[in-house]
Structure formats: structure tokens, C-alpha cells
């Protein structure tokens, strides 16, 4: 795509636009922020991008406590067979104990004598006429609390991909993330058990393929970093971000690719 396509919508003058194109890296920033808006990403209909009114705080609102609601059902409708006072001081078995990366979160929680006494507070609120059988400890607990913290940052950045890419109505792929995570956890027909990483890594997982599609690689190489000991499938994000650069670098294979029938 040349800059000067850009002259006339842009109304910028000769002089500016010549050192723009040669301004080496600059251009490549300057072409991608035209293109953006050429395609309307980060606008609403008009151009203009629409600000939160009192209908679109009810539905955040509604969304945050079915998130909460939808951590709260993973952990009290499905229950564990493994000590994880055993996996928090690096002796549980195999493939579970390589998956170290609640360990350390873990075990400062079971030596809190605070987080102690906020897991007996909740057990007593949560255990009094209903049918769940497990007892909540404080690992647990702390489970619940960090799913609770990493299903929301996968919200949000839901929330922040689609103000980015213009996505109407926002709260499709919020809802989405929700149907996801529930179908996944709590609706299981086969293994009906908790596991403290499985909402960790979901979120690393799913925040670092964002950024991933937008090319934001330091924020997608951080998430990337905190995710690998927590599950080992996130080297499969390796395999997506290899597969995004070598469609958008557009080289010799991928040309080729695309000219097969």
C-alpha cells in the first residue's frame, strides 16, 4: 500500500508526508494506524466510538456476578482427589505436580493464618443447606480466589479486544468467555473434578492469543511466561504465534499457499 493513498483523506502536506516515508520504522507504524482506521477498527457506526450509559453498566454488572457465580459453581459442584498440601510442597504425583505453577501460592496460603480463618468463614456460609459434601480448605479456597482474579482479567481483556476491534454489542464475547469457561467446568459430563490451574491457565492462555491477534507480542510473551509452569499445553500458544507470522509476514511459502486451489 503506498502513503501517498493516504493524501487526500489525511489532508496532510507533501513535506510531511515525504519524511514520514523515510522515516523507516515510523512509516510501518504510520501505515498500520491508517489502515486501522480505514477498516474502522476502534470506532463504532459514524466513526465515533459510543460511551458506556446506564444500560451498559447494568449488563457489566450482570456480567461480573456471573462470573463470580461461575467460579463459585466450578469449585463447589465438582471436587478433588489429590492433597493439594502434598502438591503444594512438591510431592504430588505426576502429571500433576509438573503443573507447578499454583504450588507456591499454595503453600504461603496454608501457612496464613489469615487466609485460615477466611477459608472457615466461607466454608460456613457456603456448606449450610446444600448438598455439597467436599470440605472447602484453605487451598482450596485460595483456588477459588485466584480463578476468581484470573476469569475476570480474561474478561476484561475480552472487554478491551472488543472496544478494539469494534465488536457490537461488547458483551458478545464476554457472555462467549462465560459459555466457554462454564461448559468447560462446571458442565463436564465425564471428570467431575477442581483443579487450582485449570481458571489460571485458561486466562493466560486466552489473554496471550489476543494479544497475539493484535500483535502485541511483549504483553503475549509475558503471559506466555507465567502460563508455561502452570499448564503444559501453553506451548500450543508457540504454535498460534508462529502460524499469525507466517500468514501476516506473507513470505514465499505463504504465497504459495494461497495460490493452491
Known sequence: MRLSHYYPARGTGSRVCDWVRGAGPWRAVYLRRMAREDRG?????????????RRDFLIAFLLLLATIQCVRADFLVNETFLDWREYAVGRAPLPYQGRAGMAPILRWAGDSARMGHLAERYAGTV????????????EKFTSLLVGLVSLLAMMGA????????????????????????TAMCVMRATTNYWYPYDL???????????????????????????????????????????????????????????TLP
Open 127 to 138: 456448606t449450610i443447606g446444600t448438598q455439597h459434601g467436599e470440605q472447602i480448605t484453605v
Open 41 to 53: 477498527v476502534g470506532t463504532y457506526a459514524g466513526g465515533v466510538r459510543r460511551g458506556f450509559g
Open 200 to 258: 489460571p491457565h485458561a486466562a493466560l492462555f486466552g489473554m496471550a492469543a489476543l494479544f497475539a491477534l493484535e500483535e502485541l507480542w511483549l504483553p503475549m510473551l509475558l503471559c506466555f511466561g507465567l502460563d508455561v509452569p502452570t499448564r503444559e499445553t501453553s506451548l500450543f500458544l508457540v504454535i498460534l504465534a508462529g502460524a499469525l507470522v507466517w500468514v501476516r509476514q506473507g513470505g514465499t511459502v505463504a504465497r504459495l499457499w494461497r
Open 158 to 181: 475480552m472487554f478491551w479486544w472488543s472496544r478494539r476491534r469494534a465488536i457490537e454489542p461488547w458483551w458478545l464475547g464476554n457472555v462467549l468467555v462465560l459459555v466457554m469457561v
